[in-house]
């Protein structure tokens, strides 16, 4: 058993070879999110360069990163905007209410409401960049497949919200210095569950609640042979 663990081939032994990777991918993650504005194209690089990671590839990290920033600019930065407005909305509006629930039956309501809202706004924050990693859609599609995948596959969404919300108390609470590491290592964790729920969507016979997520097999392709 400990010589499997300690096999270069093995599942472990290829996770942490991947942590140098993780960490240069998250400042590149924080050098090109800086302007805020970029971080949906930001975070769908990351996401291009760990589902390659978590699928035994191994891309040209930089030239890898840097090639999909560009080729998602501007559909990433557009959906990035577009979910930095929508978080800025039920982050006000959460404040409020949360302030105000104890007035009134009519404020508890909507504050239930409130609740429901930031749930589907953080399924469709997991699952449309990885989305836009690997296939080529508009932006309303990505937005109702992520949407899908989320209720289709909850306990796999319920696991990368996990993922994140330790990342951030362990940052907070116990080892701040894990943010060397920081959104590449949940991206990283997330590429490893979500890998097969990719690999579905790749396949046409298994589209059949799932349509028009898959328009763009010969994208994927394409992408991949841009790979190395």
């Given at each position: 058993?400990f010589k499997?663990?300690v096999?270069?081939d ?13 960490m240069?991918l ?5 050098l090109?999110?800086?302007p805020?504005v970029?971080?949906?194209?930001s975070?769908?690089?990351?996401y ?18 840097f090639?999909?920033?560009?080729s ?5 930065t ?20 949360y ?5 009134a039956?009519?404020w508890?309501l909507?504050?239930a409401?409130w609740?429901l809202?930031?749930?589907v ?16 859609n ?8 992520s ?8 306990i796999?969404t319920?696991?990368?919200?996990a ?8 940052a ?6 894990i ?33 028009d ?6 994208h994927?392709?394409k992408?991949?042979a841009?790979?190395?």
């Amino acid at each position: 058993m400990f010589k499997n663990l300690v096999n270069p081939d093995s599942p472990i032994m290829s996770f942490l070879g991947h942590l140098a990777d993780v960490m240069l991918l998250n400042i590149l993650w924080l050098l090109t999110s800086l302007p805020i504005v970029t971080i949906g194209a930001s975070t769908t690089a990351l996401y291009y360069c760990t589902l390659a990671f978590a699928e035994d590839r191994s891309p040209r990290l930089v030239e890898t990163y840097f090639r999909q920033f560009r080729s998602n600019l501007k559909q990433g930065t557009v959906t990035g905007l577009i979910l930095l407005l929508a978080g800025s909305v039920l982050a006000v509006d959460g404040y409020v209410l949360y302030h105000l629930k104890n007035q009134a039956a009519v404020w508890v309501l909507l504050y239930a409401v409130w609740i429901l809202m930031m749930i589907v706004f953080c399924m469709i924050v997991i699952y449309i960049f990885p989305l836009m990693a690997r296939f080529e859609n508009t932006i309303p599609m990505m937005i109702k497949n992520s949407l899908v995948l989320a209720v289709r596959f909850l306990i796999c969404t319920i696991l990368v919200a996990a993922i994140h919300a330790a990342m951030i108390w362990i940052a907070v609470s116990i080892f701040t210095p894990i943010l060397l590491f920081g959104e590449g290592l949940c991206a990283l964790l997330s590429s490893y569950l979500l890998k097969n729920i990719i690999h579905f969507c790749e396949k046409p016979e298994d589209f059949r609640n799932l349509k028009d997520l898959k328009k763009e097999a010969d994208h994927k392709k394409k992408k991949k042979a841009n790979e190395d």
